[in-house]
T-cell receptor, first 118, second 109 residues
Framework: GAVVSQHPSRVICKSGTSVKIECRSLDFQATTMFWYRQFPKQSLMLMATSNEGSKATYEQGVEKDKFLINHASLTLSTLTVTSAHPEDSSFYIC??????????????FGSGTQLSVL | GQNIDQPTEMTATEGAIVQINCTYQTSGFNGLFWYQQHAGEAPTFLSYNVLDGLEEKGRFSSFLSRSKGYSYLLLKELQMKDSASYLCALRNGYNKLIFGAGTRLAVHP
């Protein structure tokens, strides 16, 4: 199956610093990647859709200046949490869509990044 | 918009069968997915239904009724390792995957 690599798996940072999370599709090209956030015992909440070569599309309530997304190549999308605060502490997961012909039914997820802001 | 409902928690006995239900409301539908997620890990794909009926894959089966906005995941011959959260997710008319809150399944001996 397709592999999505997400790095780092865990990061602890001080309030006010910025943190970059990388998401790579290792054995396929992904024109579209998705970024989710998950708080403990809650579901995954879609934050934004990352499109290669164009601006990301953010969900309602997600600050685009706070969560910077860059999808510069067909295999890499990055999420930067700028000026992180304790309320940004969460589990962030990326996913990439594997498209086969006209049936793009599968999303493959990275292993997630646990962000803790002190 | 869309709305997805599934039970918060379920318990079952090792070796038994458990059915996890999911009901949804959406303005656009492009498929329903089930994922398994262990605590602190990323979800892993279990099944995909876009047409009505039952899809069977080993110990796991998933059913969909589009007219009723209803799906279920059936797990047979439960094992302790099946203790996890099971996420129902639908792909809406914008091809975005929207997740339900998940059902935490506890399998006990």
């Amino acid at each position: 199956g397709a592999v999505v690599s997400q790095h780092p798996s865990r990061v602890i940072c001080k309030s006010g610093t910025s943190v970059k999370i990388e998401c790579r599709s290792l054995d396929f090209q992904a024109t579209t990647m998705f970024w989710y956030r998950q708080f403990p015992k809650q579901s995954l909440m879609l934050m934004a859709t990352s499109n290669e070569g164009s601006k990301a599309t953010y969900e309602q309530g997600v600050e685009k200046d706070k969560f910077l997304i860059n999808h510069a190549s067909l295999t890499l999308s990055t999420l930067t949490v700028t000026s992180a605060h304790p309320e940004d502490s969460s589990f962030y997961i990326c996913s990439a869509r594997l498209e086969r012909g006209t049936t793009n039914e599968k999303l493959f997820f990275g292993s997630g990044t646990q962000l803790s802001v002190l | 918009g869309q709305n997805i409902d599934q039970p918060t928690e379920m318990t079952a006995t090792e070796g038994a069968i458990v059915q996890i239900n999911c009901t949804y409301q959406t303005s656009g539908f492009n498929g329903l997915f089930w994922y398994q997620q262990h605590a602190g890990e990323a979800p892993t794909f279990l099944s995909y239904n876009v047409l009505d009926g039952l899809e069977e894959k080993g110990r796991f089966s998933s059913f969909l009724s589009r007219s009723k906005g209803y799906s279920y995941l059936l797990l047979k011959e439960l094992q302790m390792k099946d203790s996890a959260s099971y996420l129902c997710a639908l792909r809406n008319g914008y091809n975005k995957l929207i997740f339900g809150a998940g059902t935490r399944l506890a399998v006990h001996p």
